[in-house]
């Protein structure tokens, strides 16, 4: 009878996601493409219908949804191919660290930033989305492609890596000494998490998983206990520093290995259509496009966004074997991991509004961009000959 | 990579509805009883580990997973065997108002409450929740039986009375004139949108519903379209008084008239699986126990919560013409309509914090009791001979 305001939101929200990916999707476009766009259009940018601000919900729908997309991106990446394409993702996810953020910092530099404001642009600079390019590659059904489980396990390791050069950076930009004690007790407890989730979970999966998830608990179903799992790694991923979709994509590969596999994929492919477009609508309703009104914000936008693309493009690209425009391209979306590391720079009080708004516009572009080109080059080196 | 507190509530918060629901189907329970306890106990009341004032993510949730279980049950319930008990319905709707408005105003009354009070406390009484009695009904695969039609019509019609009281009785307690002429267009206005959504929302699907749904927008899922049809005729519903989820059943009604009716039923349940609990978790968190510390004010709940029962039970019992007992222990459940009327008289100003609190813990007790007691005569009485 009353508290309808949230309701209006999402129905607002959802509808323009869906809009948003049809045109796109009719402009032979990713969809997500579409649907980040959707929320610059909905948001403060054009219309404002909605704003992140006044109505959280819409984020932590996001939050949910970019789980749960990982969940079912991890049901569908067998470990013993991620392990084949182990030394090479990390080979990836190292040089697609290292490239970026020494083109970030010395951007930052030749543009008359302090260094610590430099150092946090370089550390927006380094974190692939595994969000945004694990949605494009299971929209065109390439998952199972082997550039497609190197590109996912370097996101993974990317993450860590982000992390850890996350928290070098906070510290030193905000004039703490850096604690390498307890830098090295967080790597180590995530390194540990992500061990035991790929050894003894996934035995336990192998061995009784399928039996733990049907014997007990009379009607309680399966799918209720997989969400469960879902959510709770992801918190726990997120507890020790990670990004909660680590967890739930860890998760997914977890229970990929038991008999529920199929019949969860279905499941979680039907919530999935419901609330992974929150995630890519909040992406774009975090724009201001009042920002970049001047040629010359927009102008530093375009250059900060090719340098972006470029630096992660040339690091997965000389860190891959095979595949390698694919791979370099798969990697270049930051999403909302910019946007996060953004965030913090800006909640710091290290960066301005101005270089908050540069960092989250060239996080957004990249993953427009590489949207695209992505499936174009899936589409003509990705076939199954070069894997 | 942070942000995880959304995440941790949402993930304790499912986890004690399956738990909760879990062990109250082991006690041959319906499993929202265990859900709305659930929800006491992790609530303020007990553990205090979420509350719902801090996270109105719950409470949002909440109000999707009440939309979405209204939508499946519409997706269960074929409009002709509605249209045939509908003399039936009215009759049960109208008797299940004016009995309990009677007794509650009745007891308000003796109780030594002024008038404005007393309409407020008997507003509280009248209108049944169908979320409440639709789970359990569907939990028992009862929902094609005749009474469960009278139940679910009954509860439709109970919501526009329960909107025409409400409004009367806010002017009153609030000193405001009644206007009758705006009354009297928002009734006609609520009648119009259910008469148009069952006749004409009801021939577009069945003439050209599947075509609608699937011939447009190439890869936009029918799917989709449902869940952004679903919230937005509950957003619609709303914004006319109603309860949205009376808007949601009407939608699943009428896409239960198009080919893809067993599809979207299938899906929907998936969704259902994560998102119903949140309805129940939420309104076991509106709960306080302390409120109810002392004998005398433990008292006075139990005997308000009995008159509730009894109340509604009658009126509904003389209306309904079979299946007399189950129609009305099935109209029984208060559930979050009493709450929000109560919530109402609260922000009114009208009623304290103790009645506010008595209300409140009356929704949740007549639901509780009712869920076991129509589940024990839906096996006894609501076999097919009768129906």
Redesign the interface.
Known sequence: ????A???T??IA??AA?IG??IA??LKMP?VVGQIIAGVVVGKSVLNWVSIDTT??L??LG??GA?FLLFSVGLETPFDKIKQVGREALVVAVLGVIVPFIVGFAWAHFAGFPNNQAAFVAAAFIATSAGITAKILQELGVIDQKYSQVILGAAVIDDVLA?LV?SVVSAVSTGETVNFASIAIVIVQSLAFIFLMSTLGRKIAKSRGSRILDKP?????P???S??LC??V??LA??L????IIGAFLVGMVLAETDYKEWIH??VI??N??IVPFFFISAGLNVDIEAFRSLDALGQLLLVSTLAVVGKFVGAFLGASQNRRVVGIGMVPRGE?GI??AG?GFQFKVIGKDIYSLLVGMSLLTSIVAAPILKALVKKDGSDEQT
């Open positions: 009878m009353d508290h309808g949230a309701l209006l999402i129905f959802f509808v869906i990916g049809e999707m009719r969809s959280p919900i984020f932590e939050e949910l789980a992390m996350l608990l009379s009607p309680l179903s799918w209720s206990l969400i469960a959510i709770g992801a918190v997120n507890k520093g990670l990004a909660a279905e499941k039907d919530l259509e419901f991991v996060i590391i913090l």
